[in-house]
């Protein structure tokens, strides 16, 4: 299917033949009708892409500070490699469309055919057929024709900002800026009882909004409309670094009256103007409750309307309904008109200052394109290489497997995202010649002979359950799975192919030293400082087994290695954390004797190196410091010193040489699914209060 997409290093927009998405449940599959290209906003997107590196650090600094201090603790190529691995990608533009459904998802709201209205950044893209959210999906009554739904997110954001105004029938509102969502705020407005002024420097504006005047002009017509007293809220629609927007808008607002900021504009402010009217400033969060929240948009969790009257899909709803009614009219605002093939032109329009609507339309509409799609790219394999499927796109895939695979003997074969685009994408890169969103198809083909597997948590077995079935070799990130459930279907078929999870720190080369210097049994201590996430992060999912056990395999399997084999039980306690996070400290105990702590804590702790290991043996210690020191102590006492290498390329390494046959899996795989084990019962344990046998599950 055909999508618009940015190239991130060049900032060159283009239409790409990518994948079409695959059917989920929860997700809804849409032919798309129309899509509306908003002038302002995806002028600032598209002109953040086309930015030079230089600039782009400048209008990111956040991301520079990030870069900056992986470089410090892991060395300058590894930044580069994630700073590359970020731009060596194409972004997807769009985020309000019309079509028809394909594929409800389990939505019991909609049928195969139905119209609807989807909006949401990174789901409702401009592409032939999408994948969206059902919380984004709004079905359009009869008489709402697609081209006018198309308009459904602009002008939530405008509705959202309407209600933040607080204000009602009879309220003067002035409007500082009449981009497009300027101009459905005063529509808006006017259908909501309102009296609307706006202003804009650009004459032809004010004469579409109906009732305006420029900067020099609008306070004494706001003046007038008042009776004198000023505006009784204002929404500050402009685009611009300049804070003169919201200066002005304290200049027109009445005594104790709101000013509501929704564009991008300066905000160095002078209090003395917001002060003697004591004015309220409040910043819009683009279409209302739920937005960036993820388990509003994402796992599709409403909130209860006599709680939260107008979320963000109702406020979508609200703008269908004035739609259906008449009430809202938006077809002259539209101009300019696209189809999907003619997408560059379509953004090359936005440098063009009369663009204020552009439609991008698609005459094939309905007709669904194929899940995985044949490049062109001729590969040309060495001898003995192994034809590897690269099964997610997403940052630790670009930025740390794919470097690992580079320079081994393999071949890219194919790579398969839930994003197309994403495919696509990283497919160019790698010159893969096969793209996909089905990584069960790509699973039985036979021009693949290994998966990497590195997707969110709770999709690791399924899918690496399903490529062994066909006989392929399989490395999989951790944890192998977040369910004793899932876990059992893995081990189902542990003698259908090989298995490696992505336990990488075993071959890390300070830990490799570290157990040929110590003699157990041992006694292991292992210290993590794993630092806060952002709030709402995926990791914390419990779906996807949450952020403990989305790490502590990594450490069950480390102390495994030292000790020589699985743990044979566990003990272990949960500690609550900051913003509702777990600690946990864990006990391993082995066959051997040996036994191992896990210290697994989540809080900030800037500046402590994050993983600390200290092993007691029988003739020796060690401690390792972030795996960039090591001491020894006893006979064979030193100090090794090294930049921070956790194994990954090694552990990539391992895993090719027994896919292609030279070697012997480097890890048995009863050891991996013990490991797994161990770490679900450590879960079971912190729960129950009591030691869990490790055992697998039957």
């Not at 597997?453 to 392929?472: D, F, M, N, V, Y």
């Not at 399989?474 to 003698?495: C, I, N, R, T, Y």
């Not at 391992?654 to 161990?678: C, K, M, N, T, Y």
Request: hydrophobic share 45%; glycine share 12%; charged share 20%.
């Amino acid at each position: 299917m055909k999508q618009v997409l940015q190239d991130l290093r060049s900032g060159a927009v283009s239409v790409h033949d990518v994948p079409e998405p695959s059917p989920e449940p929860g997700r809804v599959l849409v032919a798309v009708e129309h899509s509306l290209i908003s002038s302002g906003t995806e002028r600032a997107v598209a002109s953040l892409g086309s930015k030079s590196l230089l600039q782009k650090a400048r209008a990111r600094p956040d991301l520079v500070r990030k870069t900056i201090d992986v470089a410090r603790a892991e060395g300058i190529g590894t930044a580069a490699a994630k700073v590359r691995g970020r731009l060596d990608q194409h972004s997807a533009f769009g985020y309000s469309l019309g079509g028809r459904v394909l594929e409800t998802g389990g939505d019991g709201r909609l049928a195969a055919g139905a119209k609807v209205a989807c909006v949401g950044s990174g789901h409702a893209s401009h592409a032939e057929i999408v994948s969206v959210p059902t919380n984004l999906v709004v079905p359009l009554p009869e008489g709402v024709d697609t081209a006018d739904a198309a308009f459904a997110a602009p002008a939530a954001i405008a509705l959202h900002a309407i209600r933040l105004a607080g204000v009602g029938p009879g309220s003067l509102v002035a409007v500082v800026g009449l981009g497009l969502i300027g101009q459905l705020a005063g529509r808006l407005l006017q259908a909501s009882g309102c009296t609307a002024t706006g202003t804009d420097p650009r004459a032809d504006r004010i004469e579409l909004f109906g009732r305006g005047a420029g900067a020099a002009e609008i306070p004494a017509l706001v003046s007038a409309a008042s009776r004198g007293r000023g505006a009784d809220a204002v929404l500050v629609c402009a685009a611009t670094a300049s804070s003169e927007p919201v200066a002005l808008a304290a200049e027109l607002a009445r005594d104790r009256g709101r000013i509501v900021v929704v564009g991008d504009v300066g905000l160095e402010l002078d209090r003395r103007g917001l002060y003697d009217k004591e004015l309220e400033l409040v910043v819009a969060r683009s279409y209302g409750p739920g937005r960036y929240e993820r388990d509003y948009e994402e796992r599709g969790v409403d909130y209860p309307a006599g709680y939260v009257r107008w979320t963000e899909g109702r406020n979508v709803e609200a703008v269908i309904d004035l739609l259906a009614s008449g009430s809202l009219h938006v077809g002259d605002l539209v101009t300019h008109r696209f189809p999907i093939a003619d997408g560059e032109r379509a953004y090359a329009e936005l440098e063009n200052a009369d663009a204020l609507g552009i439609l991008l339309e698609y005459p094939g509409a309905g007709t669904q394109r194929e899940r995985t799609i044949r490049l062109g790219v001729t590969p040309s394999p060495a001898s003995g290489a192994v034809r590897v499927g690269l099964v997610g796109a997403g940052a630790f895939m670009r930025s740390t497997l794919v470097p690992a695979l580079q320079g081994q003997n393999v071949a890219f074969a194919a790579v398969c995202a839930r994003s197309g685009a994403s495919a696509a994408s990283l497919a160019e890169r790698v010159q893969a010649p096969l793209a996909g969103t089905d990584a069960h198809e790509l699973a039985r083909s036979p021009e693949i002979d290994a998966l990497l597997i590195a997707t969110p948590h709770s999709s690791h077995a399924g899918l690496a359950a399903a490529a062994l079935e066909q006989g392929k070799s399989v490395w999989v990130e951790k944890p192998l799975a977040v369910s004793w459930e899932q876990l059992a279907e893995v081990a189902a078929q542990a003698d259908s192919g090989l298995l490696l999870v992505g336990h990488n720190r075993r071959f890390a080369p300070l830990a490799r030293t570290l157990k040929e210097a110590v003699r157990g049994p041992l006694l292991i201590q292992i210290r993590v400082a794993a630092g806060p996430l952002a709030a709402g992060g995926w990791l914390e999912d419990p779906t996807e087994g949450g952020r403990v056990l989305g790490e502590i395999s990594h450490f069950v399997d480390l102390a495994s290695f030292l000790a020589g084999g699985a743990p044979t039980s566990v003990s272990a306690a949960l500690v609550p954390s900051s913003g509702g996070a777990e600690s946990l400290t864990g006990l391993l105990r082995f066959a051997d004797g040996s036994s191992a702590t896990i210290a697994y804590g989540v809080g900030e702790s800037a500046g402590l190196p994050k993983e600390r290991i200290e092993v007691l043996g029988q003739d020796g210690a060690a401690v390792l410091d972030d795996f960039r020191r090591l001491e020894l102590y006893g006979p064979r006492a030193k100090t090794v010193k090294s930049r921070r290498d956790k194994g990954h390329r090694a552990a990539v390494e391992a895993f090719v040489e027994a896919a292609s046959g030279r070697h012997e899996p480097p890890v048995a795989i009863g050891e991996q699914l013990l490991v797994a084990a161990a770490s679900l019962a450590l879960l079971d344990s912190a729960r129950s209060g009591t030691p869990v046998e490790v055992r697998l599950p039957e």
